[in-house]
């Protein structure tokens, strides 16, 4: 999980792999970890979450609802230890998994969801379609969120290898959502595994939110 800016320390670079294949050569699919997709007839578009799980949580249970409902594209590397999950960070420009590279590479839009630290609720949508990073800005603080003016370097999903631009357009989404925000979608704040994975849990917040960016998808 990346720290905020102006917060102590610096933004987190890079996970303990480099790549898919290092992980999983050390990892075992179906105890430590899962991929999960979906890929509707005719979907244009796809909600990501590469920090699933118990990584940057509940970034899975966020681009699964904002897939179902939007009839979009779904993936999720969904972290499952029971300790340990971040070191099964693979940074955005690094996760080459297959899987995920095809279901993008099978869209034109991309939003691809992550968490940071910050007890500040707020959100940074980075990435490298500007056209759509404007529309989802748009409609979420017209939902009443708060999103940054700016963007840091670290957090700006400007790599053209990032997941998130490896699309049929060459230009995705990058949205990196605060603790202080997650903890919003959810009833006393929790983010705890077997907490989030409820859905009498949540929260309007996070209904809004993820109505929020497909109104923006459905308008590009």
């Known amino acids: 999980m990346r720290r905020a800016p102006g917060g102590s320390g610096r933004l987190r670079a890079a996970g303990k792999y480099a790549g898919y294949a290092e992980l999983a050569a050390r990892e075992v699919e179906g105890r430590d970890y899962r991929r999960e997709q979906r890929f509707p007839r005719g979907a244009t578009a796809a909600h990501i979450a590469i920090h699933g799980g118990g990584i940057e949580p509940p970034t899975t249970q966020l681009a699964d609802r904002a897939a179902r409902t939007g ?29 995920a590279l095809r279901l993008v590479a099978r869209t034109g839009r991309t939003v691809s969801w992550h968490g940071m630290s910050g007890a500040r609720p707020t959100t940074y949508v980075g990435g490298r379609d500007t056209a759509l990073i404007a529309r989802i800005t748009a409609e979420l603080r017209a939902a009443g969120f708060t999103v940054a003016r700016s963007v840091p370097a670290g957090l700006a999903g400007r790599n053209p290898r990032n997941i998130a631009n ?28 077997a907490w989030i994975q409820d859905p009498a849990n949540r929260t309007r917040d996070f209904y809004a939110y993820t109505a929020a960016v497909n109104r923006a998808l459905s308008r590009s």
Do not use: C, M, W
């Open 71 to 99: 009839r979009h594209a779904y993936y999720s590397f969904t972290a499952i230890k029971p300790s340990g999950n971040r070191d099964l960070h693979i940074t955005a420009h690094r996760f080459d998994e297959p899987r």
């Open 166 to 193: 490896r699309n049929r357009r060459g230009k995705g989404v990058q949205l990196e959502i605060s603790s202080g925000q997650r903890r919003r979608f959810f009833a006393s704040g929790r983010l705890d595994r």
